[in-house]
């Protein structure tokens, strides 16, 4: 039998993105290992699950440290010494250092609620109302230095309700966000995603497009 995959989760919020992969792990459908969740800060909500799911936590405070590269280093070295052959950012709500992340780039992927390109940074939900859009989505994708940049692996994409608040539309969003995690974890974990340069290559070949999340799971755009 081969190993569980090794996935390390970065997560500041209540984190039911992390939730969802603890359950899709643990019911068996998705083959990877948790083999830490960090944080920026003590006493987050997606913490204490993880400690209650029995995994290793590390909650370094950033106020500990004199800039952010000395803070991004300390944190990144920890999370090398577990191993992990793909870090997850769910709801990690901090710009990373450019030299820091540097190496992993390929090995970091990111959850981010809109339709990327279209608002990346904070206030999506809001945004994608006040711009009058029909539709609104989350995006997962590997991490660069560039802010919510890096190429695109899948996108979850549902309708904007007419009476539609960030609130709604957020709640209405995550379940599809928690699918998509799941479903590209374990793509990578399976070795049938992987960065080649800039580009997020499917099965083997250049990806044109970003998977659609369906019912059924993740499939290939229509061309
Ligand atoms: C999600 O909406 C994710 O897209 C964004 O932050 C939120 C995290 O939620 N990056 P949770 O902590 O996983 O519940």
């Known amino acids: 039998m081969t190993s569980p995959f090794p996935v390390a989760v970065l997560a500041s919020g209540r984190g039911s993105n992390l939730a969802a992969l603890i359950d899709a792990q643990r019911s068996g459908r998705l083959p990877i290992e948790i083999v830490l969740v960090a944080r920026a800060k003590a006493h987050a909500p997606a913490l204490r699950l993880a400690e209650d799911a029995g995994l290793a936590t590390l909650a370094l405070d950033p106020a500990g440290y004199a800039n952010r590269t000395d803070f991004d280093a ?27 992340l540097a190496p992993w780039v390929g090995r970091i992927i990111n959850i981010h609620p809109s339709l990327l390109p279209r608002y990346r ?18 995006s997962v994708h590997y991490v660069t230095q560039e802010l919510d940049g890096g190429p695109v692996i899948a996108q979850a994409e549902i309708p904007i309700a007419a009476d539609a608040t960030p609130a709604t539309l957020a709640a209405q969003l995550l379940p599809h966000e928690h699918r998509m995690l799941a479903a590209c974890v ?28 369906c019912a059924d799971g993740l499939r290939a755009a229509p061309a």
Not at 74 to 100: C, E, K, N, Q, T
Not at 127 to 137: E, F, K, S, V, W
């Open 186 to 213: 374990g793509l990578i974990a399976e070795q049938r995603v992987h960065l080649s340069g800039n580009t997020v290559h499917y099965e083997g070949r250049p990806l044109p497009a970003p998977l659609v999340l």
């Open 74 to 100: 300390d944190l990144f070295a920890r999370i090398a010494a577990h191993s992990p052959a793909l870090i997850v950012l769910a709801g990690y709500m901090r710009i990373l250092d450019a030299a820091v």
């Open 121 to 138: 940074g904070l206030r999506t939900h809001e945004r994608a109302i006040a711009a009058g859009d029909a539709t609104h989505g989350a």
